[in-house]
């Protein structure tokens, strides 16, 4: 499921669409959130170096960790950190993201600010301003792919720090830009979704096209114990838990998947749900207060149910008086005609009514005024 997620952004954008992005949630419950986003981001990396995604290079909008963090990060996973500057640009957006430190060298008051990495980065004074931040993202990415027709990802490691110096509406715009711009081929971000308001998740959920929302995990059902159970419950926490993705498709349908993973020395791993946590998932369906098929006695009692419509009698077949002709008479010598035919049912046991008519001229029963003919 992680993998699908990785390939959805590898692939980009359709024509005539929007950029396909991914909120990355977490909570203090399950804090695995940067994890997941170094996953994708180290995935992502590998598709574009190997040139097997739509995007040609990375702008990383660091506002949590700073470029050595990922340029170690990059080193790790075998990516060629010599050649980064052919796929990747950092905006620095950590080190003095109010321009603090930059008054304090100018005045002298400390020494001069050093990034320290052979990665691209651009150091980024001004977090308020989302304009400026919106126009420094798609500078670097021009660096990467040119004016032409090449694309660039996007991912921002943390858009909860971007909530520190702004409102919602304006990161929310900033988002929705960069998943509209024509050179952008995808967008995903971090967000520790405990820390904000319902509002404000939801806000960017709606703008985002996948979710991946890490959370603790959950104890084996029916008391089957699991050597993990023996440790407290906050341990097994903080050694792994569910993420659960919500996809968005383009007919407006919505896809749920589910994947544990574990925390390793080497990062997180992605395994399927296994047994125990699929059946405590079913047992949180809520489950319906009717039954959706019928039991064996309620078949027959259907089946006994007498329907009005239907004719009910004690099995004679009876002869339905059509107005004209005696009962008595000798049927076969007659001949009728289709209107005039005999009808046989079955003898409702209720009576009837018997029409007699005065003669066959007479003329049939109209609705229409006998006085309209006179002049008054």
């Known amino acids: 499921m992680a993998e699908r997620i990785c390939r959805a952004l590898r692939d980009g954008v359709l024509e005539g669409e929007h950029a396909p992005a991914l909120t990355i949630k977490d909570s203090i419950q399950s804090p695995f959130g940067f994890l997941v986003f170094n996953h994708v981001l ?10 097997k995604s739509q995007s040609q290079g990375i702008v990383l909008v660091a506002l949590s960790r700073g470029p050595l963090y990922y340029e170690e990060l990059f080193k790790s996973k075998g990516n060629d950190v010599s050649s980064s500057n052919k796929w990747i640009r950092v905006l620095d957006c950590c080190t003095d993201p ?4 930059s008054k304090l060298m100018e005045s002298g008051r400390i020494a001069n600010l050093t990034l320290g ?3 691209t ?10 304009d400026k931040l919106l126009l420094a993202i798609t500078e670097l990415g021009k660096e990467l792919v040119g004016d032409g027709k090449g694309r660039f990802a996007v991912a921002i490691d943390s858009v909860s720090e971007m909530l520190r110096h702004t409102s919602i509406s304006s990161v929310a715009g900033l988002l929705s830009n960069l998943r509209s711009h024509d050179q952008v081929s995808c967008l995903f971000w971090l967000l520790h979704s405990d820390i904000h ?3 404000a998740t939801a806000a960017l959920e709606y703008i985002s096209s996948m979710q991946a929302s890490a959370e603790p995990r959950t104890r084996p059902v029916n008391g089957q114990r699991g050597n993990y159970e023996k440790l407290p419950f906050l341990e097994q926490n903080l050694r792994g838990g569910k993420i659960h993705v919500r996809f968005k498709r383009r007919n407006g349908r919505v896809r749920l998947m589910s994947e544990e993973f574990c925390i390793e020395q ?5 395994t399927p749900i296994s047994s125990e946590a699929e059946m405590m998932a079913r047992s949180l369906v809520p489950k319906v207060q009717f039954n959706l098929q019928l039991s064996e006695k309620e078949r027959n009692d259907r089946e006994k149910v007498v329907l009005p419509f239907e004719h009910q009698g004690n099995g004679k077949t009876i002869q339905i008086y059509d107005g004209r002709k005696s009962l008595n008479e000798d049927k076969p010598e007659m001949q009728y005609t289709s209107a005039e035919k005999v ?3 079955k003898d409702s046991g209720r009576g009837e009514i018997i029409y007699f008519r ?18 008054i």
Not at 42 to 51: E, G, H, K, N, P
Not at 121 to 126: H, R, V
Not at 266 to 270: A, L, M, T
């Open 42 to 51: 180290s995935q992502l990396s590998s598709f574009i170096v190997a040139q």
């Open 266 to 270: 080497s990062g997180i791993k992605f």
């Open 358 to 375: 005065d003669s066959d001229d007479e003329m049939p029963d109209s609705d229409e005024d006998p006085d309209d003919d006179l002049d």
């Open 117 to 119: 990495t052979s990665t």
């Open 98 to 101: 109010l321009g603090w430190r």
């Open 197 to 199: 308001e319902t509002k």
């Open 121 to 130: 980065a651009s150091l980024y004074k001004n977090a308020k301003d989302l």
């Open 343 to 345: 009808q046989t049912v």
